[in-house]
C-alpha cells in the first residue's frame, strides 16, 4: 500500500479535511437526492470527483467536481462552490439528509458547518477514484465468469468497489480508522440492500449488490495477487454497514 496522506502541495490535514466534506456532501445531498428519485444510493466517480448516475425524465444529475457543485439536467448545468450542505442543498432543489431507514450516516448533518475542500487534495482523491475505478475495470475484466458488478461508490464508506462472486474488491481514499487508501477484498453477506424505505424491491434493474460484512476477509486468489488488493480489515465506520437486517432480494 502507499499512503494518501499529503504532498508537498498538500498537507495530510487539508487531505484529511477534503475527504470529509467531499464524504459529507456525498451522504448529504448525493445520495438523498438520488434515493428520493430512485430508491438507489450508489453513486460513481468521475473526472474531478464523483456523481449520480443520470436519473429523472431530465436525465439529471448531481456532481461534484473539486470545490465545485455541479447540478446538471437537459441542456442546462449549473456550477456553486461548496461551502455549506445548507447551500449545497438549496442550490440543487433538494433537502439534505442521509436516507432514512437505509444505513446508519458515517458523517453528521451539521447544516451551515464549513466544507473545508482544498482543491490540491480534491484533485489527489479525484485521481485515486479515478485510479480505483480503472484497477478494477481491469480486474472485472479478467473474471468475467464470476459476473461483475460495474464499479460503484458508496456514500457511506465513501469507497469504491465491484462485487464478484460473492467477494467485494474495492479502494479506499482512508477513513477515520485507517489514514492511508487501501485496497481490499472481502466477502459478501448473502443481504441486499433495500431499494425503498419499505424494503420491498423496485421494479426494473435490479439495486446494487450488499456490502460486505468486514469478515471473514480472503486471501488473494491467483488472479487478484498481485494487484494491490489485501486481506487487511478495515473497521465498519460509526454506525456499523449500512445493510438492513430486514433487506429482502
Known sequence: MTALTGSAD?????????????????EHIRAAALYRATGQIGLVPSPGGFRTPSF????????????????????STRRTPLSTVRAAAEFAGITPGAPAGVYEPATPLDLDAPLLIEPGAARLLAQWYGLGAQALSRLAADI???????????????????????????????????????????RTTGRRRPTRRSGTPRS??????????????????????????????????????????????
Not at 498538500?10 to 456532501?25: D, E, F, I, K, P
Not at 469507497?159 to 485496497?183: E, F, K, L, M, W
Request: aromatic content about 6%.
Open 10 to 26: 498538500c498537507a495530510s490535514a487539508s487531505l484529511a479535511a477534503t475527504r470529509a466534506g467531499w464524504h459529507r456532501v456525498a
Open 56 to 75: 429523472g425524465t431530465d436525465a439529471g444529475f448531481l456532481a461534484v467536481d473539486g470545490t465545485k457543485l455541479v447540478v446538471g439536467g437537459g441542456a
Open 144 to 186: 468475467p465468469g464470476d459476473q461483475p458488478t460495474a464499479p460503484v461508490l458508496w456514500p457511506e464508506h465513501f469507497d469504491v468497489d465491484i462485487t464478484a462472486a460473492a467477494i467485494n474488491y474495492g479502494a479506499s481514499p482512508g477513513d477515520g480508522h485507517i489514514a492511508d487508501r487501501t485496497c481490499t477484498s472481502a
Open 204 to 249: 426494473g434493474p435490479p439495486a446494487p449488490p450488499a456490502r460486505p460484512a468486514p469478515w471473514p476477509r480472503r486471501r488473494p486468489s491467483s488472479v487478484t495477487a498481485g494487484r494491490g488488493f489485501s486481506p487487511m480489515p478495515r473497521p465498519p465506520p460509526p454506525g456499523g454497514h449500512h445493510e438492513s437486517p430486514s433487506a429482502t432480494t
